[in-house]
Every structure is written in C-alpha cells, then in structure tokens.
T-cell receptor, first 109, second 114 residues
C-alpha cells in the first residue's frame, strides 16, 4: 500500500530551528510537496522537490532523498506565525497526490 | 482577485437533507479537485476533473455527485446527508492534472450535519 508518515505534533521555540520529517512508501515517485495549513484556513504551497538535495527558499528549506524515501522541511528563525500544520504529499507513478496526515507545529515564545 | 473561491463557507444542516457546495477558479487552470478533511485533519481526495471530464473518482458514497459545467467551475452535491459527512470540504485547482503541478486551494466549506 501507499504510506506517508509524519510526526503528529512538534513544539519549538520562537527564533529556533525545527526540522519536520516525512517518510514515504509509494508506487512510483514523481515529486514531493510541502504545504502549510494554518488553523481554519486552506493549505498553501511551500515547496516541491523531485531531485535529491536541499532546496532553500528564505527561512524554509526542503530536503529530499529518493533512495531513502525521506524528506524534511527545515524552518529557521521561527516566528509565532509559523504555528501551523505542515503537510507532506507525494506524487505517485500515476501522478496522483498521496497526502500525509500533517504535522502540527506549535511555536512557544 | 480571489483565485479559488467556494460557497458557502459554513453549512449547518439536518441529517437527510440535500446540499450543494460551489467552487470557482479564475486561474485559467484545467484541473479541479474536491477534498474532504476530517476532524483528524487528514486530507482525502474525493474527485478530480480535467477540462470538465472526471479523472479521479475515489471510493466515495454515491450520495456525493460532482458536476463541472465548465473548466472554471466544479460543484459538489450531497444527497441524504449523514452525521459522518461533517467535515471541511476543500476545492482546489491546478494548471494540469499531473501530480507534480502545484494545487491551489479554496478557503474550505465547513459542513456540520446535525
């Protein structure tokens, strides 16, 4: 079967760095997405990785290792507004998106 | 300049009723989706249309019927509502149906069945 695993919840301190991991087992791979979802709002696109390595975009970076079926989202200089759920999603061999359950990130002052 | 819009934002109704949710996108995208997000926040694909044609139809009760009058609109009609239908329903769109395309989500419709 197809499976995406992420931690359910994480807590971090304002100004710190946090890494949210995602492991996947899918039938084929055509890229991995990270989306951010604030409470009561819609998911919004953060990043897309299809090749191995690190993609940096401001305070957010996303890493992919296809051989390990593993990705992480790295958030630096955490701000209170980063409190949200972070959803990992993988595009499988049929180009359908398989979604993880999301990681709720709580930022404390 | 809203990209993906849904109406209504909130919907409270009685069990057994029939209701519709509307979605419109002004991004010029070919593909639209309906997702259900339950209380555990798990986002589950229900349907996908590409240029008004149904391309994804997951295991969803046939009480749910999508309709796409044109590629900018995708509506969802639900018959005989049940308590378990209570959830947030998100509409989304992407330029193309391929899974590597970024999806843009509407604000969601919060459905509560009493």
């Amino acid at each position: 079967g197809q499976n995406i695993d992420q931690p359910t919840e994480m807590t971090a301190t304002e100004g710190a760095i946090v890494q949210i991991n995602c492991t996947y087992q899918t039938s084929g791979f055509n890229g991995l997405f990270w989306y951010q979802q604030h409470a009561g709002e819609a998911p919004t696109f953060l990043s897309y990785n299809v090749l191995d390595g690190l993609e940096e975009k401001g305070r957010f970076s996303s890493f992919l290792s296809r051989s390990k079926g593993y990705s992480y989202l790295l958030l630096k200089e955490l701000q209170m507004k980063d409190s949200a759920s972070y959803l990992c999603a993988v595009s499988d061999s049929n180009y359908q998106l398989i979604w993880g359950a999301g990681t709720k990130l709580i930022i404390k002052p | 300049d809203t990209a993906v819009s849904q109406t209504p934002k909130y919907l409270v109704t009685q069990m057994g009723n029939d209701k519709s949710i509307k979605c419109e996108q002004n991004l010029g995208h070919d593909t639209m989706y309906w997702y259900k997000q339950d209380s555990k926040k798990f986002l589950k694909i229900m349907f996908s249309y590409n240029n008004k044609e149904l391309i994804i139809n997951e295991t969803v009760p046939n009480r749910f019927s999508p309709k796409s009058p044109d590629k900018a609109h995708l509506n969802l009609h639900i018959n005989s509502l049940e308590l378990g239908d209570s959830a947030v329903y998100f509409c989304a769109s992407s330029r193309l149906p391929e899974g590597y395309e970024t999806q843009y989500f509407g604000p969601g419709t919060r459905l509560l069945v009493l």
